[in-house]
């Protein structure tokens, strides 16, 4: 009995100890390093997509909805904020800001598999323009705070 409880602290102490590391190294993973080429998949999207336009741009309840979509399906990878992360680029840089919301969603409905992103056509239209309305409420990021990339 006594060996069993000791057995039990010493792996609760190895879990939390490896939570803590886990942590820390989150914390301290430095920012997505991306090659020149990484925004470049914007460019692209058809001109037929990259020209349709977002017909949620005037709905202020869409960019709510797509923050909430974003922490569900997007901030793992992107980070809460849209900074970016070691797995994924930032969505608050110039280039994905400039560009024209039918690029974005033609991304999020196309991924980028060989780069990890995901294709999200089965997400319903509706859901991924609130993606978009919620991407482009966001601005970029200052200079000063933007990640190495």
Not at 119 to 148: C, H, I, M, N, Y
Request: aromatic share 6%.
């Amino acid at each position: 009995m006594k060996q069993t409880a000791v057995a039990l602290g010493v792996a609760a102490v190895l879990v939390a100890a490896s939570c803590a590391l886990a942590q820390r190294e989150k914390q301290a993973s430095p920012g997505y390093k991306a090659d020149a080429n990484v925004y470049e998949e914007l460019a692209k999207a058809p001109d037929k997509a990259r020209t349709k336009r977002n017909p949620l741009e005037s709905d202020p309840d869409a960019v709510a909805a797509g923050r909430y979509l974003f922490e569900q399906h997007c901030s793992e990878c992107h980070g809460i904020t849209a900074d970016g992360t070691s797995k994924a680029p930032s969505l608050r840089a110039a280039e994905v800001q400039a560009a024209a919301p039918g690029a974005i969603f033609w991304i999020l409905t196309n991924g980028v598999v060989r780069r990890g992103m995901p294709v999200w056509s089965k997400l319903p239209e509706p859901r991924r323009w609130q993606l978009v309305s919620f991407l482009k409420s966001l601005g970029t990021q200052k200079a000063a705070d933007r990640k190495t990339e």
